[in-house]
């Protein structure tokens, strides 16, 4: 059969000597012969689907009669796609690089799903392909070249595959064939998503969207408006935007009849804004549907697990936490059974076992199985991955709740170094960094602090842009050095600019009273308009007034402030 051609026994092979030799230096190759055989199943059952349905979709038409010739042309172009992205697969994996071999079971569970081809609804909705045959084949094999960049950046080789979609693009607008252009920019999108470069994500997929809806391309118009759900809300932390396009998304996906994958997915995006937002009903609802949808869903193991893991984390946030460790052994079954046994993502599920644990007040186990995760991530994927730095970090939190500042910046400093070297400029380390900065404060180590919190000021502008709501925590900081300082002049130009960047819509509110009071205390140092601070500072506490027993203390802090403040200056004659 056509599948045959691109994914048979040499192919397999090819995948599976790729795979082990992309061990990365000083790790064991063991897991990844686990792993090659773990895919080689997924894809295999990936390959019957494929040629099941090839089959159906030609008997629907000559055999059964149930079936238009046009729609069988759509349902063979869809197939024909997900056999180019299998075929790129094999290809990618077999010349797996130690960058790669971390995420080739994820690759290959982010073949597109085949449910799509058998969509009468959906297919139905498909745009007309180009007039000519000549146009229609450079249609063909433009999406065929898609297909690679998206596996390209699936397994991890973000650059290049920026490099090609950026040429196909080039060549999509060279066709005239909007639909074409529509696509190549979503793909182009994504990639950009890939490389933390998230305003080139957002103004790519929103152009993807209003293209693709402009000529009735509704697939991918709502395919663009999910994916900006994460860019926008997530990443450029502007919430009610992404939440915005969730409904923009889920208009186009009832109209057109989407669901499964494409559904679930957009319930786990709309669920992480709610949890970053603090709102951890809405977060653990939206959640829950998404899990409910995966579990549906065959060869989506991976983006089962990951749900699992996040919603474990809401319920544990919610302090639920037998609930969170019934999900998180949930998790660890089903990494282990799909994945394999010593696969990174096992890991990953201890770790926040271990961050349940120490949620719990019980430091020894949570350390106990921080540990033994990261050894586990040193002994396959290396110490300077960035899985590994991320439980570095849960140990450096760990040990900052106990007061142990020398473990807890020892490391924090090993996060930071690893996530450097693997990542460069990059918004991860820059969040390393402040949280560096933090505990050096704490450890009384000043200059250093103020080192730190400079140098992530300067990465989260390079990486996200001078009006992103992260600048707002260095520049509190450094603020607060500037005060002790007696320079509250320039305590407040900085307050000023993160009173700026928490202004907009979405945040959790007491992020803006933070800053708004720490302006309040600048202003009043200052002299400058103690008028001024007194609002800010009131204001501030009626935030806290409605944020429970945690804003309760802040507003009395507040109080005894405003106390200490004196009256209001008079406003003028």
């Not at 809806?213 to 932390?237: E, M, Y």
């Not at 669901?259 to 653990?284: F, K, M, Q, T, W």
């Amino acid at each position: 059969d056509d599948l045959a051609q691109v994914w048979n026994d040499e192919r397999k092979a090819a995948v599976t000597a790729g795979l082990v030799a992309a061990a990365a230096p000083g790790t064991e190759p063991a897991w990844l012969e686990e792993d090659a055989a773990k895919i080689t199943a997924l894809v295999d059952g990936y390959g019957q689907d494929w040629v099941a349905m090839s089959t159906d979709a030609c008997e629907a038409t000559y055999v059964r009669g149930e079936q238009s010739a046009r729609l069988l042309g759509q349902r063979r172009d869809c197939l024909d796609r997900r056999r180019a992205e299998v075929d790129a697969l094999a290809g990618i994996l077999a010349e797996a690089t130690p960058a790669v071999a971390p995420e080739a079971f994820a690759a290959a569970s982010s073949l597109s799903p085949l449910s799509r081809c058998a969509d009468s609804e959906s297919l139905a909705a498909a745009v007309d392909p180009p007039e000519t045959d000549a146009d229609q084949q450079q249609v063909a094999d433009l999406r065929r070249s898609l297909a690679r960049a998206q596996i390209l950046d699936a397994a991890g080789r973000h650059d290049e595959a920026d490099t090609l979609a950026q040429e196909l693009l080039g060549k999509a607008q060279a066709l005239a064939y909007a639909p074409a252009v529509a696509e190549a920019r979503f793909h182009l999108g994504r990639i950009k998503a890939s490389r933390a470069d998230a305003k080139a994500a957002e103004e790519h997929l929103s152009e993807a969207h209003w293209q693709a809806s402009s000529v009735k391309h509704d697939t991918v118009a709502a395919a663009a408006a999910s994916a900006l759900v994460d860019v926008v809300g997530i990443d450029l932390a502007r919430r009610d935007e992404g939440l915005g396009w969730a409904r923009h998304a889920e208009a186009a996906f009832k109209r057109i009849g989407l669901g499964g994958v494409d559904e679930a997915e957009l319930r786990y995006r709309v669920g992480s804004i709610h949890a970053a937002n603090g709102s951890l009903p809405e977060a653990g609802e939206s959640l829950e549907q998404a899990k409910a949808l995966y579990e549906k869903q065959p060869h989506h193991a991976l983006a089962l697990v990951g749900t699992l893991r996040e919603l474990a984390q809401v319920r544990s946030a919610e302090l639920r936490f037998g609930d969170a460790e019934a999900l998180l052994e949930q998790a660890r079954a089903l990494a282990e059974e799909a994945a394999g046994s010593q696969h990174p993502e096992v890991a990953r599920v201890m770790a926040v076992q271990g961050r349940v644990a120490d949620a719990q007040g019980n430091p020894g186990a949570a350390r106990e199985r921080l540990r033994d995760a990261l050894a586990r991530l040193e002994g396959t994927v290396g110490p300077q991955h960035p899985l590994a730095a991320a439980v570095h970090e849960d140990l450096a939190r760990s040990h900052a709740r106990a007061g142990e500042r020398e473990e807890a910046v020892r490391e924090q400093q090993a996060a930071y170094d690893g996530l450097q070297a693997s990542l460069g400029e990059h918004p991860r380390v820059a969040e390393a960094l402040f949280a560096l900065g933090s505990l050096r404060a704490a450890a009384g180590t000043r200059e250093d602090a103020r080192r730190d919190w400079e140098k992530s000021l300067v990465l989260w502008e390079a990486t996200r842009g001078k009006d992103h709501p992260a600048l707002a925590w260095p520049l509190e900081r450094l603020a607060a050095l500037d005060l002790e300082d007696g320079k509250a002049k320039l305590a407040v130009e900085r307050l000023e600019r993160a009173l700026k960047v928490r202004g907009r819509k979405g945040l959790p509110a007491t992020l803006l009273a933070e800053t708004q009071f720490a302006l309040a205390k600048a202003l009043h140092e200052s002299g400058e308009d103690r008028t001024r601070a007194q609002e800010l500072a009131r204001k501030a506490r009626k935030t806290y007034e409605t944020a429970g027993p945690a804003g309760a203390t802040a507003a009395a802090t507040i109080d005894e402030w405003l106390a200490a403040a004196g009256p209001e200056e008079p406003s003028g004659p």
